[in-house]
Structures are given as structure tokens and as C-alpha cells.
């Protein structure tokens, strides 16, 4: 099993649409993020939580938000889905006690979001 | 703020030739640089970091990086390119002062196409 898994892996919804995308780890890591992948822009930080009582935006939060269920899930919301949200999102994870690695990121596989 | 500038959207190399993929940073403080690579329908999966010490970084499949202070850069190299070499590639910098030191801001990516 993947050590950070998203679902679902492919989502086409239309514009309107409340949209959620899931994630779950294995890592026992404290620190999660949500990044949005775009042709020529990279990755860019939505939102990240450093624990389940702490989340922070991001560079683009601005359409998303987050809920942080548990240390192990961090789920990413879309309430009301635009076409220009289509992307691909990744899911991430990494160790607070790990400073030698500081912010070694281990990734989900990705979900890709098309909003019609 | 703190920047990534990977200034070529694509390099193509022989295979079996020496290959280099660049990366420029712009940080507040010391530079933590992390080199990721993304293959087709794939996560991000973690290559090297340069956290402090030695300016030649080693890391997976046999690519190493060299940190350059004085230009602020963080080039990928492997002294002789494989075909499953090809994939796309991301720098990534995060700083050890100031505001959203703990984020890493990634770069734009660059598609390394390894020929035959």
C-alpha cells in the first residue's frame, strides 16, 4: 500500500459543484500539505497543517479549504468548483522531528480535478 | 520572498551523455535546496537536498547536485544519462529565517527527455 494515498485519482465535475478531494497516510508524519500542479507553474502550496489543530494557507488558498480529520488525513474542499480549479493535486506529507531532512516531502500520486 | 528559477522548460540529451538541469534560488537566510522528480502519472518522488557541508550533494540514480553560494544556484547533474532518466524535474528551496521559511516554494519544472 502507498504511504500517501488520495482519493479519488480522477474527478470530472461540472462548474457549481461542491468537490472533495481525500488524503490518508501511513507515515505517522504530523505535517501535511495540499499543493495544485499546472502545466508551466509547478507546484503551489494551498494549505498546509503542522497538526490536527493547527492549518495555515497557503500561496492560493483562495476557493479551497481543508479539514484536518485526524493526524493521518487532510482533506481538501472545493465548495463551489470553477473551471480555471482544474488541475492536478497532490497530497503531501512530512516529519516534524525529521531536522536533518528539513521538509523532505513524500508525495500521494495525485488527483486530477477537471471542473466543466 | 523566496524564488525558484529553472530556466529551461526542456533539455534534451543523448543517452549515455552527461546531462544538467539548472536551478537559480532567491531565499531570506540559508538555503535548504531539494531536488524532486516526477515521472509520467506519478507523485513527486525526493532526489537530493543540500542542507549544509559539502557543496557536491549525492543523492538516488546516481544524480548529484552542486550548491554554488556565490551564484545561488543548484544545478542537477548525472555524469551519463539513462533513456528512464526522462521525466520531469523540480527544484525547491525553502529558507531557515523569515516569514514562510518552512514552505518550500518549488520551480516551474524541466521536462528532461533522454534520446536513444
Known amino acids: 500500500d502507498a504511504d500517501v494515498t488520495q482519493t479519488p485519482r480522477n474527478r470530472i465535475t461540472k462548474t457549481g459543484k461542491r468537490i472533495m478531494l481525500e488524503c490518508s497516510q501511513t507515515?505517522?508524519?504530523?505535517?501535511m500539505y495540499w499543493y495544485r500542479q499546472d502545466p508551466g507553474l509547478g507546484l503551489r502550496l494551498i494549505y498546509y497543517?503542522?497538526?490536527?489543530?493547527?492549518?495555515n494557507k497557503g500561496e492560493i488558498s483562495d476557493g479551497y479549504s481543508v479539514s484536518r480529520q485526524a493526524q493521518a488525513k487532510f482533506s481538501l474542499s472545493l465548495e463551489s468548483a470553477i473551471p480555471n480549479q482544474t488541475a492536478l493535486y497532490f497530497c503531501?506529507?512530512?516529519?516534524?522531528?525529521?531536522?536533518?531532512?528539513?521538509?523532505?516531502?513524500?508525495f500521494g500520486a495525485g488527483s486530477r480535478l477537471t471542473v466543466l | 520572498a523566496q524564488s525558484v528559477a529553472q530556466p529551461e522548460d526542456q533539455v534534451n540529451v543523448a543517452e549515455g551523455n552527461p546531462l544538467t538541469v539548472k536551478c537559480t534560488y532567491s531565499?531570506?537566510?540559508?538555503?535548504?535546496l531539494f531536488w524532486y522528480v516526477q515521472y509520467p502519472n506519478r507523485g513527486l518522488q525526493f532526489l537530493l537536498k543540500?542542507?549544509?557541508?559539502?557543496?557536491l550533494v549525492k543523492g538516488s540514480y546516481g544524480f548529484e547536485a552542486e550548491f554554488n553560494k556565490s551564484q545561488t544556484s543548484f544545478h542537477l547533474k548525472k555524469p551519463s544519462a539513462l533513456v528512464s532518466d526522462s521525466a520531469l524535474y523540480f527544484c525547491?528551496?525553502?529558507?531557515?529565517?523569515?516569514?514562510?521559511?518552512?514552505?518550500?516554494?518549488f520551480g516551474k519544472g524541466t521536462k528532461l527527455s533522454v534520446i536513444p
Open positions: 531565499v531570506s537566510g540559508n538555503p535548504y
Open positions: 507515515k505517522g508524519h504530523d505535517r
Open positions: 543540500y542542507i549544509t557541508g559539502d557543496n
Open positions: 497543517s503542522f497538526d490536527v489543530k493547527d492549518i
Open positions: 503531501a506529507t512530512s516529519d516534524i522531528k525529521d531536522r536533518a531532512g528539513a521538509n523532505v516531502l513524500t
Open positions: 525547491a528551496v525553502r529558507g531557515d529565517s523569515g516569514a514562510g521559511s518552512y514552505q518550500l516554494t
